[in-house]
Structure formats: structure tokens, C-alpha cells
């Protein structure tokens, strides 16, 4: 069963909550887009796309915050679980892309799925708190 549900936000947008995986505010201003992919209930990658616009540039806690999470999770993706994974940046346009391999071992499909569940967990989080500054959309 679909479900949909709208909440009403700060600067007349709109939160909508999807399938309780889908989460989007419609504001005027900047904010980073997060995708988050999933192929059953295994993490396959993410993208971050954009500044938050929480603050001015080197001052954006919101954006560092977000940063350091995600970028914890590829360095733990390509450095602690040693997955080759297909990794891209842009930092002047605040783009990051991180694309799993599709044939991973079971063990290495489960460390992956322990650091980017706990990735999603502390980008949720975030989203909970700063929706204004942050689209999250998980599929």
C-alpha cells in the first residue's frame, strides 16, 4: 500500500514522504540533493549533489556535517572493506558519486551494507534536522 504524506515546514515548502523511503522539500534556496540506491535491501551507492546553503563557504556546518559522513563511509568502503568501488568528485560543484561493484562477495556485500546503512543513518539524521538544506531520496 502506497502512502503519501504531506507536513508542513519552514518557508511555506513542502515535505512529502513516500513509501517511508522517498523524502523531498521544495524550498526557493540552495540545498544538496542526496540519492541514496538500493537494490533489494542492499545499499548500491550514493550521490550528493549541490551545496547546502546552510552558511557561507568554509562557515556551512550543514555541509560539513553531511561531508563527513559521507566521506567516512567511502573511505571506509574503499579503504577498510577494500572495494574497488567507482568513486567521482567535484568539489567545486559539491558533487560526489560512489557506484558499488555488482559482483561483490557476500562478505564484502555485507561490510558494505554495514558502513552505508550507518551512513544512511547519520544523513537522516541530519535531513530530520536541517530539511531546509537537505533533499534525501532513497531507491
Known sequence: MRQTRQLSAVN??????????????????????????????HITGIECDGHTGYGAEGEDIVCAALSSVVQTAVLGILQIAKINADYRTDE?????RLTLPQ??????RHDASVILNTMLLGISDLYQSFSDFIELEVK
Open 12 to 41: 511555506s515548502g513542502t515535505i512529502t514522504r513516500r513509501d517511508n523511503e522517498v523524502w523531498r522539500k521544495e524550498t526557493p534556496f540552495s540545498m544538496t540533493k542526496v540519492t541514496v540506491y538500493k537494490n533489494g535491501n
Open 92 to 96: 567545486r560543484k559539491g558533487y560526489l
Open 103 to 108: 559482483d561483490l562477495s557476500a562478505e564484502r
